[in-house]
């Protein structure tokens, strides 16, 4: 039993040093009973300088109130991706975003453990970002009178909703009023937003373009709203990407996925179009058109509590849903065509088009990632493709395993007169069989041939 429980222990200690995040793990009295490497590395001490050790001794700016570990030791509730600021023993000032679980036995709480990601490299990374997209935005002004990739001409279709759709976002992009954009992923919402931009007044002016799913909620306000120095140690004035956007358009994707209490800043900025940075008190004016995004029906967001309602309606003033992939069939062939042509000139190919069985697979085939799916389906057939038409047995293999068997294994239609004429004859014969249960004589009466050839065609056939 004794080399069993040490067994179980050491691949318990293997699987938890495979993790690549911070472990820390400390019993009801506060002592650490596990510390992994990436944990250590995150803090900036060694193992041994934790390990075994009370957690005020490892880390002396702690308290049991500041402490994640402790507070759920107490109340034997979790608490999730919170931000914790500390001092090690070496007096260096540590950021990480914890997720801190109680341990318990039955009902009775045991210890807790707590689960770290390095928060200051991703507060660097961010401020990062913000330092390259405030710089990109000063060499585009001087360089460059576009600030997007594409512009509705890039947006191809032949379906007459979606063609109305472009037509109808054309009119209203003159428009500074806030817009909501409602589609699947894939279907092509930033490329539409580019769109609008690029149609609207603005399109001299920064587009900027946020995943607020991208970003940790703790970082995603100072992202948005900007610093002030000293809001916290180390904090510098810093612009934020409303400020970077001052002229031009916002583009806020999966919007749902930002915090509620975040939401209801963004729907002060949207009201009075003034920003106040974190930490900070005075108020900016900023002129910013948002445009926001998400990829789950408004309603239900609305009804799940993931989008507040009056946020909703602010940005409801334009509305435009974009239309999966397959309900708009007509456009499935006629995309695959523009890609085939795009993916020739940058393959250096001459393919021709698809066969008729993959055209068949096109049009039946749901496409559940929308438009990115098929661009990135044509553009793996492309590469692999050594012939002039596309075909099934070029599809990546998850979607040739949707293939029925029959299909997988059909072979391209012959044009042979005999061989056809043969397979329908034997067709017959079996057909007349069956009829007859097997009866030789019958079957050639009604077959219309004498009952020797049948013998004959029987004998050839076996």
Same mark, same amino acid.
């Given at each position: 039993?004794?080399?069993?429980?040490?067994?179980?222990?050491?691949? !318990?200690?293997?699987?938890?040093? $495979? @993790?690549?995040?911070?472990?820390?793990?400390?019993?009801?009295?506060?002592?650490?009973?596990?510390?992994?490497?990436?944990?250590?590395?995150?803090?900036?001490?060694?193992?041994?300088?934790?390990?075994?050790?009370?957690?005020?001794?490892?880390?002396?700016?702690?308290?049991?109130?500041? $402490?994640?570990?402790?507070?759920?030791?107490?109340?034997?509730?979790? @608490?999730?991706?919170?931000?914790?600021?500390?001092?090690?023993?070496?007096?260096?000032?540590?950021?990480?975003?914890?997720?801190?679980?109680?341990?318990?036995?039955?009902?009775?709480?045991?210890?807790?453990?707590?689960?770290?990601?390095?928060?200051?490299?991703?507060?660097?990374?961010?401020?990062?970002?913000?330092?390259?997209?405030?710089?990109?935005?000063?060499?585009?002004?001087?360089?460059?009178?576009?600030?997007?990739?594409?512009?509705?001409?890039?947006?191809?279709?032949?379906?007459?909703?979606?063609?109305?759709?472009?037509?109808?976002?054309?009119?209203?992009?003159?428009?500074?009023?806030?817009?909501?954009?409602?589609?699947? $992923?894939?279907?092509?919402?930033?490329?539409?937003?580019?769109? @609008?931009?690029?149609?609207?007044?603005?399109?001299?002016?920064?587009?900027?373009?946020?995943?607020?799913?991208?970003?940790?909620?703790?970082? !995603?306000?100072?992202?948005?709203? #900007?610093?002030?120095?000293?809001?916290?140690? #180390?904090?510098?004035?810093?612009?934020?990407?409303?400020? *970077?956007?001052?002229?031009?358009?916002?583009?806020?994707?999966? *919007?749902?996925?930002?915090?509620?209490?975040?939401?209801?800043?963004?729907?002060?900025?949207?009201?009075?179009?003034?920003?106040?940075?974190?930490?900070?008190?005075?108020?900016? *004016?900023?002129?910013?058109?948002?445009?926001?995004?998400?990829?789950?029906?408004?309603?239900?967001?609305?009804?799940?509590?993931?989008?507040?309602?009056?946020?909703?309606?602010?940005?409801?003033?334009?509305?435009?849903?974009?239309?999966?992939?397959?309900?708009?069939?007509?456009?499935?062939?006629?995309?695959?065509?523009?890609?085939?042509?795009?993916?020739?000139?940058?393959?250096?190919?001459? @393919?021709? #088009?698809?066969?008729?069985?993959?055209?068949?697979?096109?049009?039946?085939?749901?496409?559940?990632?929308?438009?990115?799916?098929?661009?990135?389906?044509?553009?793996?057939?492309?590469?692999?493709?050594?012939?002039?038409?596309?075909?099934?047995?070029?599809?990546?293999?998850?979607?040739?395993?949707?293939?029925?068997?029959?299909?997988?294994?059909?072979?391209?239609?012959?044009?042979? *007169?005999?061989?056809?004429?043969?397979? !329908?004859?034997?067709? !017959?014969?079996?057909?007349?069989?069956?009829?007859?249960?097997?009866?030789?004589?019958?079957?050639?009466?009604?077959?219309?041939?004498?009952?020797?050839?049948?013998?004959?065609?029987?004998?050839?056939?076996?």
């Amino acid at each position: 039993m004794g080399q069993l429980t040490a067994l179980t222990q050491e691949v !318990l200690t293997a699987i938890l040093k $495979s @993790i690549d995040e911070g472990i820390h793990v400390v019993n009801t009295e506060g002592k650490t009973i596990y510390y992994n490497e990436v944990a250590a590395r995150h803090d900036g001490v060694e193992v041994a300088e934790v390990l075994g050790k009370h957690l005020f001794e490892a880390f002396p700016s702690l308290t049991k109130y500041s $402490s994640t570990l402790l507070r759920v030791i107490k109340t034997a509730k979790p @608490i999730y991706n919170q931000t914790q600021v500390y001092v090690n023993l070496h007096g260096a000032r540590i950021d990480t975003i914890n997720t801190t679980l109680p341990i318990l036995l039955g009902d009775e709480v045991i210890g807790a453990v707590e689960i770290a990601k390095d928060y200051s490299r991703m507060k660097l990374l961010s401020e990062r970002l913000l330092d390259l997209q405030k710089g990109r935005n000063k060499s585009r002004k001087k360089k460059l009178p576009k600030q997007v990739k594409y512009t509705f001409n890039d947006l191809k279709t032949v379906n007459s909703a979606f063609k109305s759709l472009k037509e109808e976002a054309r009119k209203l992009a003159k428009s500074n009023s806030p817009i909501l954009v409602y589609g699947e $992923s894939g279907t092509g919402k930033e490329l539409f937003v580019q769109g @609008i931009h690029d149609e609207s007044r603005r399109s001299n002016g920064p587009f900027i373009a946020q995943n607020c799913a991208a970003i940790p909620e703790s970082l !995603l306000e100072s992202i948005l709203f #900007g610093t002030a120095k000293g809001s916290y140690t #180390g904090a510098v004035d810093r612009k934020g990407l409303f400020e *970077l956007s001052d002229g031009g358009t916002l583009f806020l994707d999966e *919007l749902h996925t930002m915090p509620i209490e975040l939401q209801a800043k963004l729907l002060r900025v949207l009201e009075d179009g003034i920003v106040r940075r974190v930490g900070g008190s005075e108020n900016i *004016l900023v002129d910013v058109r948002v445009i926001a995004a998400v990829n789950v029906h408004p309603g239900k967001a609305l009804q799940q509590q993931l989008l507040r309602s009056d946020l909703y309606y602010r940005l409801n003033v334009f509305t435009f849903s974009l239309l999966p992939l397959r309900e708009r069939k007509e456009d499935i062939l006629f995309l695959t065509d523009c890609f085939i042509g795009e993916f020739n000139s940058n393959l250096q190919k001459n @393919i021709q #088009g698809l066969d008729q069985q993959l055209q068949s697979f096109f049009q039946e085939y749901q496409w559940p990632g929308n438009v990115r799916e098929l661009k990135h389906t044509v553009e793996y057939m492309m590469n692999v493709c050594e012939r002039e038409l596309l075909g099934t047995e070029d599809l990546p293999v998850m979607l040739k395993q949707l293939l029925s068997p029959a299909r997988r294994n059909q072979k391209p239609e012959s044009l042979s *007169l005999r061989r056809n004429l043969d397979e !329908l004859e034997k067709s !017959l014969i079996m057909k007349a069989l069956d009829q007859c249960d097997g009866n030789i004589n019958q079957a050639a009466k009604l077959l219309d041939i004498p009952r020797q050839t049948l013998q004959y065609k029987l004998k050839k056939q076996s």
